[in-house]
């Protein structure tokens, strides 16, 4: 069975899933694609044969899409959830879920109420290799019970409309997913300390910043978000444990020696260091759609605690205090104790 | 366009390269398979829908075959692909190309009558990204000139059937083929000294083997092959130039620190350590088919050269001499100087 | 000229010191041990030829004594130190130079009041080579200006007298002056959150504590101090600054591949760790005196400056909240501004 | 007691010993100086307080000459080593023992005559904390029994003097003294094959070399001597063995993450890479003495292996040959078998 998919938004990332999907994964088609702006829905569908629908509801509508990807606007994401919801059809939602938490509390009693899990978010780190074998680690206990993490998130630069808040919303959003599902324990409470600003932001951003997190079960989570670190894409993610710390691993690379020095390269580019990611994130996507199973990446709920982790943490940058989460209790639909 | 393929050989490799074509790759159909052991051919053929056709022959003349992957046992291979060859289909061969360089020099002669390129050498190691990493730091000229390559090839071990010969014959030849596209050069002799035995191989088995290669632009090749190492399947190559050297570097692994031991695993199975190459292997493969393009893998020359270049390195073990691999000079149809 | 050395306290460092100034430093000679229990003094005086003298006020005032080493209880050492610098003898004091932030006034005070700097006190990783190299890197301005520092302290174990404050007092003092050194600068706060606990630790201690420090020219620290974390004793320390990070170097060490994987031994006792930066201390320290130059290394202003600001991570420890270390400002006489 | 050293040769290496026994190693006084050039002597003896003598027998024949050190021309050497195992003085001598094996031989016959050890040749790499790890690593039978290692000794660069026979016998000479240590083995045969040369050489020499050894036990050994590798002073050694490997360290370094490179310093000198190496040897050397032991070091015999071992490398590198190296049987008195 081919699984057919509909596509929300033909900007970058939805060019590139439409690619991916295509060229890439076995045993998907882009059938349809639309976007706010027509023409640029026509260039990405054309390569691929697919139609130019004129909105979000008549992808979700179409008789040939099985599955519908979602990678327009942020503030869309939503109501086009939503509408696939509503439809009973298979959707992946680029982060975030949506851009508040209740509107992603929205859709999980949406998707509660339809009875089956449809909804799928797209942290990719889940899928890659190197957080894949850090969880292997954890999970068969070699460094005992975790309880500290020390993380770093650093990229080369952003651009100028890159702002402070983005830090916890757009970049760190990233280690909250993947840490949550790491240490299979929630975040309860945000802090946010800032250093020296570095003379490489533009001078409305605070860059650097280190979030510090606290799980329910206690543990401390230090996160370093560098956005103009210049030097490279750098993602660090240490796990220290009763026994034992676990390290994610640095992309395999060719060491030179020359002129006194032993060299490996660091990746400039975040879509090269997670592009295996995106692919196996999308293959186990359309896998499971096939099988007919429920998928099983980032639930609607995972969404919504990204969200509401990520705003309080905006709400700790912006007051310098401890804030508290306040998530609610996560529902036996998503695997939570009640 | 979905390229058809038919599968002459549905052993263990066959089945895994079958699979790949059907879940890995896209663009790619298995439509018709055949095996010496007809029961196997169906275990093989079934679950991807294809027909079992009764011999080599009916696979190539089949109307719904674009092109030949064989798998079949090596002896056999010379003859499927030349079969191919007369019927102007793209045909991907298992090593070795043929056992004898003779049938290898019949089928380049074949390909060559026919005027265009259609055969390539499951040679998977020019896809693996490491490899490729190190291609392009000595095309680069980051090392200058390469003058001599340390390389290591460690099996954890080997079952009894294993021979001395297949020390040069199964395991070395991977090297073979990787270092004449690495360096972009021609192996002129090979010699073979031996280490005191390791305890843990059969009676009847010289391990491990050190192999000596020298290139037609003087470098000096020394390879370790090590088939019951014991403590993993390991894979190293350092290239050392007139101006620095580059390492092939291990998979990236999470490192544990527990126990007063800082630990990262060590691949234990070749088929987890090329996976990926195997993957981009087949990928580009089809790739080259759909676009109507000559393959860009490793080609029948490669094949001859592979099988001359590790027959005369079973003579060096035989001899312990060194011999000379007595090389046909290169048609300028594979790229060569005449 | 051999420096004649009179040594306070001899326990286990003390020991250890005598035997160093005996065996691995040149230019030195032990010549005079107290220590309240004489028959310590004597075994530790006796191999060295030197002599046993009934307290601290005879060492410093003996004629063959032209340096003291305070090696006794902490609660002790300032009323050594003073003695010494009323005396005009240069004088080494393990730290913590006094256990109170007024003490060790008292002792800056009478060095200047002496008008030359006299004493060093025992910071030893100023004398590693990794954190030199690490100096010289930032120095150079290799990463730039300096903006994060990443730091953990992990000890294997302690025993059941360890408290919760000794990891501020004993442990992270350390840090405390190595990184005032690295990045010239001051600690103007301190924070301290808490993990949920180590099972293997005692019941009445804290453990793991993060100590979040912030200096004087914006520069945010996050230190983890773990004195049960079991698998070997661990210096880590990462500068972060506008251009790039340098690391801390592991120990360099023998890496064995075996039954599926490189290991490299992680250090577990902090003497072998610090073996050489001690080694270094004493021969510079000796070197300085012989030399009859003023000591180069910690001084007593660092010696105060780490007292007060470990007093007030204990104050932040206790009380949740960040404390300010407020200390007085920097003397011309250590190089200050005023 | 302190030792009393006199030393024959003040050139540059003796140079660095007079200061290395002065300043660095405890128990020792170095007392008398010569030197073919009497200015040069001087300048030595006079920064250390010791006297001047006219020539070798002098300072052999010194009353205040407890040890000799030899550091003169190497065609000398033998004569005052001889001289002092004469005087019965211990005697340390820089490499080579003697340039020839026989003169090695009369020195090893003239101790054993003398009926105690006396002699220690200058192998500093056995002092090296990698090395010694390494052995420990072998000893403790954690690789298995060992069947091959691998070597490079390269040298960023040589002057035009530095001739073809000067790798084996300056240069390879440290990796056949320190790997018939760590193998507690005897090498019985020599190979060099050449790899095309590099342009960074002089036109007169051979440079890269690769030697191959074997050793009495059958462990090959191959060794990458490049002297003008450019890039670094760079000493790798790798022990295989029937059940695992282990790699001598590369130095600790600081790494540095900018401009997209993860870069950690290469070693360009050799006097930095060994430093605390001549300070060991020197200090176990001294330590020896005094206590009235005989060295443990490497001894005359291992000085004879050395300079035949690489004598018969030259005779291969100008034959092109597999050379044997027919040393004599060792004697009991140097722990041999007969």
């Known amino acids: ?20 999907l295509t060229h890439t994964v076995t045993g998907a088609r882009v059938t349809a694609v639309t976007d706010l702006d027509a023409d640029r829905a026509a260039r990405a569908a054309g390569p691929v044969g697919a139609r130019v629908l004129p909105d979000g509801a008549a992808v979700v509508a179409a008789g040939d899409v099985d599955a519908v990807l979602v990678t327009s606007w942020g503030p869309t994401h939503a109501g086009h959830v939503l509408a696939a919801v509503a439809a009973g059809k298979p959707v992946f939602c680029e982060k975030p879920l949506a851009t508040t938490a209740e509107d992603c509390l929205r859709i999980v009693e949406a998707e509660q109420a339809r009875g089956r899990r449809l909804v799928q978010v797209g942290f990719m780190r889940r899928y890659d290799a190197g957080y894949r074998q850090l969880k292997e680690v954890i999970d068969a206990g070699r460094i005992g019970t975790p309880l500290i993490v020390h993380c770093a998130h650093r990229n080369p630069g952003v651009p100028d409309t890159y702002t402070s808040d983005m830090a916890a919303l757009d970049t760190a959003v990233h280690e909250v997913d993947v840490l949550r599902w ?48 210049r030097y490279g894409y750098d993602i660090q993610c240490e796990a220290v444990g009763e026994e034992g710390l676990a390290r994610l691993p640095d992309p395999a690379a060719v060491a030179v020696r020359g002129a006194g020095q032993h060299t490996t390269p660091v990746p400039t580019d975040w879509v090269a260091r997670f592009q295996d990611a995106f692919d196996t994130e999308f293959r186990e996507w359309i896998a499971g759609i096939a099988a007919g199973e429920a998928p099983t990446g980032p639930s609607a709920w995972d969404g919504y605690a990204a969200t509401a982790i990520t705003t309080a943490t905006v709400e700790a940058l912006n007051s310098g205090a401890v804030v508290t989460t306040d998530l609610k209790p996560r529902p036996a639909f998503y695997g939570g104790a009640a």
Chains 1, 2, 3, 4 share one sequence.
């Open 182 to 229: 790491l240490l299979d324990d929630e975040i309860v409470s945000a802090q946010v300390v800032l250093p020296r600003a570095t003379r490489h932001r533009a001078a409305h951003l605070k860059d650097p910043q280190i979030m510090l997190f606290e799980t329910a079960k206690g543990v401390r989570i230090d996160l370093e978000v560098f956005v103009n670190c």
């Open 1 to 20: 069975m081919t699984v057919r998919v509909g596509v929300i938004g033909a900007g970058w990332i939805g060019t590139e899933h439409i690619r991916r």
